[in-house]
């Protein structure tokens, strides 16, 4: 059972490595910049970890 909730964790800071980092690689690529110029900077939708403790917002 312990293997179980180890796998479905490690799959969740997974995904929220790569969401991170797909995010900042679209931000910061040329192609990203344009469209950021082009059609200007669009607010995502919140999430429940916007919410967290760590941020000092």
Not at 12 to 17: G, N, Q, S, W
Not at 26 to 44: A, H, P, R, W
């Amino acid at each position: 059972m312990k293997e179980i909730i180890f796998f479905v964790v490690g799959l969740f800071i997974l995904y929220i490595v790569i969401e991170k980092a797909v995010r900042k690689g679209i931000n910061n690529s040329n192609i990203g910049q344009i469209l950021e110029k082009k059609y200007g900077v669009i607010e995502d939708k919140r999430s429940f970890l916007d919410e967290d403790l760590d941020n000092d917002k």
